[in-house]
């Protein structure tokens, strides 16, 4: 039994509509979305260039420009590959945020405007309408950590 995932903003007539999700605390509640600013805590979900790791500040801002250069998954891809040669294995932190550069990079690919992960439920808005599977539910991720989340929430994307 395959999952489907419903895109079209029109529910059965006998399906309820979904409740509006209440914030949550889970770290990665909300990868990017115009309101991700009171959901998301940084401390919770650091994603950064550590200057341990880049002391250059120079250096650092490049890298960040690269960041923002790279919008879809070959480049988010190639700049991973371009800084583990560059500058070694990867600390989390920076990890982490090519891992949300790659949600952001496939869900833009797919006209996905925000991600949010809430609880279990992957919650992925376009055309200001939620993505529901089978017109009524959100999609449910099965890890419990917030690393296996964001994999887990790539994994979705590629394959959506």
Do not use: C
């Not at 079209?8 to 909300?30: E, G, I, N, R, W």
């Amino acid at each position: 039994s395959e999952a489907v995932w419903n895109a079209s903003p029109s529910q059965p007539a006998s399906a309820p509509p979904p409740k509006k999700p209440k914030p949550s605390t889970d770290p990665a509640a909300s990868l990017f979305s115009p309101s991700a600013a009171p959901l998301l805590s940084p401390a919770a979900l650091p994603a950064f260039l550590p200057a341990a790791w880049l002391s250059d500040t120079s250096l650092r801002i490049s890298a960040y420009r690269d960041l923002a250069d790279a919008t879809t998954a070959p480049a988010v891809d190639r700049l991973e590959t371009a800084w583990r040669d560059r500058f070694g294995r990867l600390p989390e932190p920076a990890a982490r945020l090519l891992e949300i550069a790659l949600i952001k990079a496939l869900a833009a690919s797919l006209g996905i405007a925000s991600v949010e992960i809430q609880g279990q439920r992957l919650m992925l808005h376009r055309n200001g309408e939620y993505i529901l599977l089978e017109g009524r539910r959100f999609p449910r991720l099965q890890s419990a950590t917030t690393k296996e989340k964001l994999a887990e929430a790539i994994s979705l994307l590629k394959n959506f």
